[in-house]
């Protein structure tokens, strides 16, 4: 409770004896007596100080008493300070004048000192009692503005929609309910990231972090703490106050605080509403990680919904072509038919399981992207030309527009992914005849890829989540497009690792959608001209070639024989790394393919037993981990290459031909 100011009396008197002894009688009443010689420096006096009486001698030079009076009633501030005279006169006239100007008392001199003791003394008293009301009466004002500051924060905090937005909206309010420079909040999250916020006067420069990082070192939940702070080393240190924000177990997870009191010092009413204000912002993050919470478990259980539906679509069309085909009544066209519907839902499940991994990637933050010279024109070319079976299925237009001589700095696989991510959601959402717009433009600083179509385009409340993980326009089970709604969001984490920006735009002037990335220009990579590249042989020939084949899953040990048998090789298929070095023992192939997961013992113990043996038949890792590290490893154990799961046939035949022995080394052997 701040204290009561020492009250004060004035006296008047032109005569220096008469003012000594005056102060000599007041003294030790508990005020301060101020004495003037003058109306003049009386009337000054007032101009700088309230007083709790005014003792006014009557017979002074140039301004007497009356006319000092009459001009400190005509004062608001003093119109009612009370006035005593002190005369010797016994005039009359002068005791009703006196008391016509607002005099409390009119009292002839010599003075006796216990009566004037006493008089003033009451007055004293009625000026502590006044200001002590007065200041109540202040504390009251501010009180009930800061209660009704909490109403306003209350609403203000809870309107925010993440715990981002709602730390620089409690650090606001608690600068401003408490009359503060600055004020800041700071959440640790149960994941252990960090969230903060700050509001600050243009005057103040309180670093934020070394505040919040004293105060949380001394934090105790629920309980006010001060610290000092410096906002500027040539200024004094100023108290801070603080209180922690509390978890669900209440404990400690961040800080409010505030410093640089604008008007006087922290009191304790200061320290009742920064406690309710923290204990707000608590229980408002407590619900937001709720409605987080079960938003996340909202889109994980959607997102299982989507992956169930997406996987088992395209397994029952494959799934009846197969039955089909293994009754033998479809006529050729047919079974042609039959065929192209497996391979392509074959290949769409192969993709969808490429985003998931690549999402756990991102999760994770272990999607790391090479960088060398990528020249765009190839990229385009090789991305429009892996969505060709779509368009062409569809009946979809596409065109490309590109600028020449077009070069970034990334990884051209996963820049071809990105166009590519791009293009399958046009072609997804264009409808059957529709168009699709490819164009590559140079800026100053950036090379602007815009992907366009005439589909439906993007609602604009969806437009702000495009890009987000698992999030789709449509999930109900009526939706028209399928997808897992991954695509994007992997398109943006890739083209943010190349340094670039990715957006959407949605419904304009124009019918569809506009995606656009921007990616910095490669500085003065020279290119060399985009040339054709050379048509795979679809018809490779492993003709006398031994292999020796190691995978423990039987369909597809026997699939991949049955291939590299019709391409010529002579296979020994195996389940074990046992029953591979009992082969390699009887006769040493030309090649080895092999699964990496194995039972008991993996591809990796195979190598290393190979090589330790002293054999470097080239070895080709077959296996269903892809990541970057998985290649990595396979490579450094002594595999010549490494193909992802699930093979491409041709892929699959050109490696094995390219790592195999000359063909006449193989016709001198099977000689």
Known sequence: MEASPTPQILVVDDNPSQLTALRAILDGL???????????????????????????????????????????????RSEHTPIIFITASVDETHVARGYSLGAVDYIHTPVVPEVLRAKVNVFIELFRTSAEVRRQAESLRRRAEQLHGLTAASLAIHEATSIERMLPVVAEQARVILGAAFGAARLRHEQGRVSQGESRTLAHRADATALLDAAIARAVPSAPIRVMCRDDEERDPEAALGVALTGRDDRAVGMLIVTGKIDGEFTTDDEAVLVQLARMASLAAENTRYQEEREANRLKDEFLATVSHELRTPLTAMLSWVRLLQDGRLPAPERARALEVIDRNARAQ?????????????VTGKLAITREPVALERTVADAVEAVRPEVDAKGVEIAVALDADLTVSG??????????????????????????????????????????????????????????????????????HGGLGLGLAIVRHLVELHGGVAFAEGRGARPGATFVVRLPLEGAVPISPVAPRPATDSTVSLQALRILLVEDDRDSREAIATLLVAAGAEVVAVASVRAAMDAIADEVPDVILSDIGLPVEDGFVLIRNVREGGSAVPAIALTAYTRPEDRARALGAGFRAHIAKPIDALELLNVIESCAPPARTRRQRAV
């Open 30 to 76: 508990g005020a301060t007596v101020q004495c003037v010689g003058s109306g003049r420096d009386a009337l000054r006096a007032l101009l700088h100080y309230d007083f709790a009486a005014i003792l006014l001698d009557v017979n002074m030079p140039t301004l007497d008493g009356f006319e000092a009076a009459a001009l400190i009633r005509q004062r608001p």
């Open 350 to 362: 192969a993709r969808l399981i490429d985003d998931l991994l690549d999402t756990s990637r991102i």
């Open 411 to 480: 990884d051209p696989r996963r820049l071809q992914q990105v166009l590519g991510n791009l293009l399958s959601n046009a072609v997804k959402f264009t409808p059957r005849g529709g168009r699709i717009e490819v164009a590559m433009r140079r800026t100053v600083e950036h090379a602007e890829m815009r992907v366009s179509d005439t589909g439906p385009g993007i609602d604009p409340e969806f437009l702000p989540h495009v890009f987000d993980r698992f999030r789709q326009a449509d999930t109900s089970t009526t939706r028209t």
